[in-house]
């Protein structure tokens, strides 16, 4: 069974960074390009960056970049986003995703809070 | 590419059937084009993928058309656990975006 779970969350102040992680299982993390999707609180869904399965190639949505850093370790089962220069509207659930073209997988998200 | 989806809220009974339109900026392949459900407090649900294919485990109730800028999502008889948001998605330029979504609520 395909499995993400994502940590990390939490509160931080404006001009605070995160480190947000996403351990994979139930399959080979390697073969799979890796997203992060976010969901502002009764907002809709916004796709934030995603990285190929060897980690040489990554995009970000123009709202996060420079700002955010996507990166994995396929010997760990992980994925990461690294978070710096949080703002206020970085509030959001975010949501760790599998697939190239669509998402048939899910974690269950985690919330980041951004304020003073 | 921008993803616009109309109408924001459609307010249907039970049994009723539904026709949700998503709209992009530009002319998407029809493989790159994908809808979601998602209900409070869950994450998304993949329904359809590459504009008509459901997604494993999606009654045939749920259909998904369309090519070029113009796609549609239709449910055809309408199920309570059927209300909720949809959102569709595109992945033609990498940049993914998503549209921000149709409301589907109890009449």
């Known amino acids: 069974e395909v499995q993400l779970v994502e940590s990390g969350g939490g509160l931080v102040q404006p001009g605070g960074s995160l480190r947000l992680s996403c351990v994979a299982s139930?399959?080979?993390?390697?073969?799979?390009?890796m997203n992060w999707v976010r969901q502002a609180p009764g907002k809709g869904l916004e796709w934030i960056s995603y990285v190929s399965g060897t980690g040489y190639s990554s995009y970000y949505a123009d709202s996060v970049q420079g700002r955010f850093t996507i990166s994995r370790d396929n010997a760990k089962n992980l994925v990461y986003l690294q978070m710096n220069s949080l703002r206020d509207d970085d509030t959001a659930v975010y949501y760790c995703?599998?697939?190239?073209?669509?998402?048939?997988?899910w974690g269950r998200g985690t919330l980041v809070t951004v304020s003073s | 590419i921008v993803l616009t989806q109309s109408p924001g809220t459609v307010s249907l009974s039970p049994g009723d059937g539904a026709t949700l339109s998503c709209r992009a900026s530009?002319?998407?392949?029809?493989?790159?084009l994908a809808w979601y459900q998602q209900k409070p407090g869950q994450a998304p649900r993949l329904l359809i993928y590459?504009?008509?294919n459901r997604a494993t485990g999606i009654p045939d109730r749920f259909s998904g058309s369309g090519s070029g800028t113009d796609f549609t999502l239709t449910i055809s008889r309408l199920e309570p656990e059927d209300f909720a948001v949809y959102y569709c998605q595109q992945s033609g330029s990498s940049l993914r975006t998503f549209g921000q979504g149709t409301k589907v609520e109890i009449k």
């Open positions: 530009q002319s998407i392949s029809g493989a790159y």
């Open positions: 590459a504009t008509s």
């Open positions: 995703t599998r697939g190239q073209n669509n998402y048939p997988d």
């Open positions: 139930g399959f080979s993390l390697r073969t799979y390009t």
